[in-house]
């Protein structure tokens, strides 16, 4: 699967980075979150994968990946974290392997684990061992389930983009001055940083799963890209559980 996902990747335009406003955000996230800049420039993808296959288990949800519809998401955190949606119940053997790939389709860092919670919306961490994200450098990322470990080439899978950008000083001040999380996800959506938005208001969903307020945000925030949001509206209410057991970190 690594070497065929690799392969396949060609050499594609670099994604414009979104000029971020700077304006401190003064009403409710559903107004902030209409405004969320994305990169102007899209990329290839895979968002969601609900096809049926006779060799892997029948799912009644979508496995899906929670990033815009540009299959890119922008970040200022060195090594960020990912969420994705795993239908999947818990198995002895079938694992799924998450994979990080560099400018240079050189693999980055890759992870197998086997699903413990599921289903539901896991996070995959990027360890501290590991190099920092380059700035201005995309990354390619694929989350795959292991149908047939055996033969990769039945895998389900979904797959898409990151990249790094600079904090810009108004933003830094700002970030420096919001005392409450709600603040900070406000400033991050503003300014288009969809990693850094939706770890934080996943944390705070994890913390407060009764919490009216979060959980309005949390669907406002999944459900604020344009297009077929088919996949996500399924998802968008499920629970965040907690993800796995490594097996293989490499």
């Not at 969320?36 to 990946?65: N, V």
């Not at 501290?128 to 990769?152: D, F, H, T």
Request: hydrophobic share 35%.
């Amino acid at each position: 699967m690594e070497n065929e996902v690799i392969s396949k990747q060609s050499k594609k335009q670099q994604p414009q980075t979104p000029v971020p406003t700077n304006t401190p955000p003064t009403s409710g996230l559903i107004s902030q979150i209409i405004r969320f800049l994305l990169p102007s420039k899209g990329a290839p993808g895979k968002r969601s994968y609900a096809a049926a296959r006779a060799d892997c288990p029948a799912i009644e949800k979508p496995l899906t990946a929670l990033v815009p519809k540009t299959n890119i998401g922008l970040t200022i955190s060195e090594r960020p974290t990912f969420w994705f949606y795993i239908p999947y119940q818990p198995t002895d053997t079938n694992p799924v392997e998450f994979l990080l790939i560099n400018d240079k389709n050189n693999p980055v860092y890759k992870t197998t684990f086997q699903l413990t919670s599921t289903p539901g919306i896991i996070s995959v961490n990027l360890p501290q061992n590991i190099p920092a994200l380059e700035i201005g450098k995309k990354y390619n990322w694929v989350l795959s389930y292991m149908c047939e470990p055996a033969n990769r080439l039945k895998d389900t899978f979904v797959k898409g983009y990151i990249e790094r950008v600079s904090i810009n000083s108004n933003l830094k001040n700002d970030l420096e001055k919001a005392s409450r999380p709600r603040e900070r996800i406000l400033l991050f959506a503003e300014n288009g940083l969809w990693y850094d938005a939706l770890t934080i208001l996943a944390n705070e969903r994890r913390q407060k799963p009764k919490d009216a307020q979060v959980t309005k945000d949390w669907k406002d925030l999944l459900l604020s890209s344009e297009g077929d949001l088919t996949e996500i509206k399924e998802i968008v209410s499920e629970p965040i559980v907690s993800c796995c057991q490594n097996i293989v970190t490499q």
